[in-house]
């Protein structure tokens, strides 16, 4: 089945300290809906979060409930600036890719890429009655609409292509219309009518969302995923990922690792009132770092990830050397070894090490040091087993982690910032 990724929490931070986002799914729904959805303010203060909404086929039946807006919208392409206001409540549901068309009339032109109120489709909606209820009752009435909306109706190939096609998307559109049995302009003028969108952009949406699931899965390798979701190569793959997220696969996944962090309701959660400034207009929080400072001078190993030569994101344990605080961390390896060779192409790198009680996960640049005051510093006796030379071994050089961002999650508290 077709289960399109959002994933606002992981995308923006200032999104996930402000707003709780949640999917659920219905049973009596699921032959036109993927999924119901909540978005429910963290704070009560007047803020505004910057909402990314993923590229995904579908249209939306979204409730504004305190603007008082009932709206049907979709996107072609991912929305990296959708502001909204908090405290604002929002609920909705997202249909599946053609649903729109069938349970409506209306091609899905109609509502992709455009705002359409729900008094266009359905003039005998009274949103009076409907705002007058209690948010929970709202929800209610909104789920009661949508079973009658939905009763008695089988859901016809647009609707189920998706489904059909999620797991294993063609890898050209001929392809597809033979599977189909439409020729290329009956195939072009049904999925603009069923979907808003091209052959080729159902195609790429297909694909990414793919890849998309197999990254967020942890099980898939590189190269299951280019199989998978026929890409031409790693750089088409990168390219069109980025365009589609906003990250780089390497982002995502190091994102992804601090997600539990920002989608969660943690006992407090650190604000900017609790900032201190230092260093002018950087904010740190000085009680957070003091904690992480102490956690990582008593860790021996992390997770290091680069970019390897090929583009893709490499994960490896790694021993620190004498850790002191989280702005500066130091590595040994040597000249020769992948890890430089990738470095010396892309620097940029991420630290993660966690327990059950805290994570720490930091991203920033590497320096590959060579000199002989740095090695002599960070010299550790048992080297000696890896760099017989000792200290002036060629083979020995020094990895000198900057750390540019940082996100903490410590005794149920969070901090994220930059360094």
Same mark, same amino acid.
């Given at each position: 089945m077709y289960y399109p990724i959002q994933v606002p929490y992981i995308l923006n931070t200032d999104f996930s300290r402000h707003v709780s986002y949640t999917e659920t799914t219905l049973e009596t729904l699921k032959d036109f809906v993927i999924c119901l959805w909540e978005m429910k303010p963290k704070t009560k203060k007047q803020v505004t979060a910057n909402h990314v909404i993923v590229t995904d086929g579908c249209i939306d039946l979204v409730v504004g409930y305190d603007d008082r807006e009932i709206i049907y919208a979709g996107m072609s392409t991912t929305a990296f600036h959708d502001i909204i206001n908090v405290p604002n409540r929002f609920f909705g549901v997202r249909l599946k890719p053609g649903a729109f068309e069938q349970l409506t009339g209306l091609p899905a032109t109609k509502a992709m890429d455009v705002i359409l109120p729900i008094k266009h489709v359905d003039s005998d909606f009274d949103m009076d009655v409907f705002f007058a209820l209690s948010f929970d009752d709202a929800k209610i009435a909104f789920r009661e609409y949508l079973e009658k909306l939905v009763c008695d109706k089988k859901p016809n190939e647009f609707v189920s292509l998706f489904d059909r096609f999620s797991l294993s998307p063609p890898a050209e559109a001929a392809e597809l219309y033979e599977a189909l049995h439409l020729s290329p302009r009956q195939c072009q003028r049904n999925f603009i009518k069923h979907f808003g969108l091209t052959p080729q952009m159902v195609l790429s949406i297909l694909r990414f969302q793919r890849c998309l699931a197999l990254l967020t899965s942890k099980e898939a390798t590189p190269n299951e995923i280019l199989e998978t979701t026929t890409y031409y190569d790693q750089s088409h793959f990168i390219k069109d990922f980025k365009k589609n997220i906003g990250l780089t696969p390497f982002e995502y996944l190091n994102t992804q690792k601090m997600s539990h962090i920002y989608n969660t309701d943690a006992k407090e959660l650190v604000t900017l009132d609790t900032y201190k400034e230092i260093g002018g207009n950087q904010r740190m929080n000085t009680k957070m770092i003091e904690k992480a400072n102490a956690h990582i001078q008593k860790t021996s190993n992390v997770n290091l990830g680069v970019i390897d030569e090929n583009g893709y994101p490499v994960v490896m344990a790694m021993?620190?050397?004498?850790?002191? #605080?989280?702005?500066?961390?130091?590595?040994?390896? %040597?000249? #020769?070894? =992948?890890?430089?060779?990738?470095?010396?192409? =892309? =620097?940029?790198?991420?630290?993660?090490?966690?327990?059950?009680?805290?994570?720490?996960?930091?991203?920033? !640049?590497?320096?590959?040091?060579?000199? +002989?005051?740095?090695?002599?510093?960070? &010299? +550790?006796? &048992?080297?000696? !087993?890896?760099?017989?030379?000792?200290?002036? #071994?060629?083979?020995?050089?020094?990895?000198?982690?900057? %750390?540019?961002?940082?996100?903490?999650?410590?005794? #149920? !508290?969070?901090?994220?910032? !930059?360094?």
């Open positions: 021993s620190l050397i004498n850790p002191k #605080d989280i702005s500066e961390i130091y590595l040994s390896t %040597t000249p #020769d070894s =992948n890890k430089a060779k990738s470095l010396k192409k =892309n =620097n940029k790198a991420s630290i993660c090490c966690s327990t059950n009680d805290y994570n720490i996960t930091l991203v920033g !640049e590497i320096e590959i040091m060579t000199d +002989q005051e740095t090695k002599s510093k960070c &010299w +550790q006796n &048992w080297f000696i !087993e890896v760099y017989p030379d000792g200290e002036t #071994d060629p083979n020995y050089c020094v990895l000198k982690f900057k %750390t540019k961002r940082a996100a903490l999650y410590i005794d #149920d !508290e969070v901090a994220a910032f !930059e360094m």
